[in-house]
C-alpha cells in the first residue's frame, strides 16, 4: 500500500515537472515566408492585403457574423487558423493559453485567431507573427446585457430565483438583491466584455484599474469595432485590411426574433449601462475612437461604402435565401443549416438555401449561412463537448 501511494506521488511529480517545463519551454512561433496565400491575394497599388489577424471575438456583439466573414477569407486564401478542440471557444472562461489550440505544435505560426476566449495577450501573441493585426467589436452594454441575460440565463444558477415575468428589469432594478460575484458563471451578468479582454469585471467604473485596462486595449489593439455600427465597421476593417467589398458580404448570424428581444425603457437603459460601468466606460471610449476614424475615412465616403455593401448583401440574399429571409429553427429543413440553440426560450433564427442557387454561387452561399458550430464542424474541429451541452438542451431543463 505505502509502496502504491509512493509510486503514485512520484508519477505525479514527475507528470508535473514535465508539464510546468513543456509549458515553459513553448517556442513561439517564428514565422516562414508562405507563398500559396499571396498567390490568390491581389496587393492593390497602395497596400496589401493582411492576413495575420487576431479577432477578439466578445460575446453578445454580432461577432458570430464577423467570424463567418473570417472563417471564409480564411478558406478562400488557405490560411492557417488557429481552432480550438472538441469544443467551439477556448475553454471559456478559463484564461487563453495556446496550448488549447487543435494539433498545437510549438513554433508554428498561425494566420488567423478567431473564436471566443478570455483574452491573455502574451500566449495569443506566441502564436502570431508580429505584424498580425489585432482587432474586436463592442456593442452598448445596455443591448449587451439583454442579450447575454436572456441568452445565458440557463447557465447562471443566481438568475434561476429572480421572480417577475421580466426578470432581467427585476434584477436591474435592486442587483445587489440578486448579484453575487461568486456565483457560478456570474461574469455574463456583469461587464461581459472587460471579462473577456481578461480584466476583472466586478471594477467599479472610476477605479483607476478600469481606464488602465482601456489603455492596455487601446495599445494592444490596432482596430476596435462597435456592433451598433456594423456595417460601418466592416468598411472600416475593409480599409485597414486592405480587403475588398467582396470579402465582407454577410448575412446576419445567430440572431434571435426580434419578438423574444425584451424591450428596454430609457431607464432600464440608464441602469444597465450603470450596473455595467467599466464596460460602458470601455464602451464610450472606444465609440469615440471609432467615429473619429469614421470621420478620418470621410463621412460622405463612408455613406457610400455602407450602401454598396447593403446593395451587394441584397443581391445575394436574393440569390441564396429561400423566402428572401430567417426563420424560426424549427423551420429549417436542412439540419446543417440549423443554428445553435441555448438552454431556455431564446429562439435564434437561421435560414433555408434556396433550391435553385446559380451553380457559381452555391458554394459561397452554403458557406455565408452555415452557423458557426457547423463551419467549425467543416474545418475539422470535433465539437463533442458542445455537442454534449446539446443534448442537455434537448433533455430541456427549463
Ligand atoms: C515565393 O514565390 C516567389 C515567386 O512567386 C518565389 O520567387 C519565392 O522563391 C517563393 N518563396 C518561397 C519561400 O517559397
Ligand atoms: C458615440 O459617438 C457619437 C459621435 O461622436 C456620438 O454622437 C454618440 O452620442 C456617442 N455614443 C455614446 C454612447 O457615447
Ligand atoms: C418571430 O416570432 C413570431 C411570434 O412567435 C412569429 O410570428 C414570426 O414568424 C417569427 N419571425 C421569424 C422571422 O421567424
Known sequence: MFFMMLSCFLLCFIFCVYFCLFRVTLAPCAPKVRNNSQRTLKADATCTPKVNLMFMKTHKTASSTLMNVLLR?????QLRFALPDGRNDFFYPSSFFRTQVKSYQPGLC?????????FNAPEVEKLLPADAFFFTILRDPAQLSESSFHYYKAYVPQTWRIPGGNQLEEFLNDPSRYFNPQG??????????FFDFGFENNLEADDVRVQESIEFIEKRFQLVLISDHFEESLILLKDALCWQMDDLL?????????????????????RAREWNGADWRLYRHFNATFWALVENYGRSRMEEQVRELRRRNAEMEAICIDGGGAVEAGDITDGHMKPWQPIGKASILGYNLRSDIERQYEELCRK??????????????????????GCVHLLDLH
Open 184 to 193: 457560478i458563471n456570474a461574469f455574463y451578468l456583469k461587464n461581459l466584455q
Open 110 to 118: 498561425y494566420n488567423i485567431v478567431c473564436n471566443h476566449m478570455r
Open 73 to 77: 477569407f480564411g478558406e478562400k486564401h
Open 250 to 270: 454577410f448575412f446576419k448570424l445567430n440572431a434571435r426574433n426580434v419578438t423574444s428581444v425584451s424591450p428596454m425603457s430609457p431607464e432600464l437603459r440608464t
Open 368 to 389: 455565408m449561412l452555415t452557423p458557426e458550430i457547423q463551419y467549425l464542424t467543416d474545418l475539422g474541429v470535433n465539437l463533442w463537448v458542445t455537442r454534449l451541452w
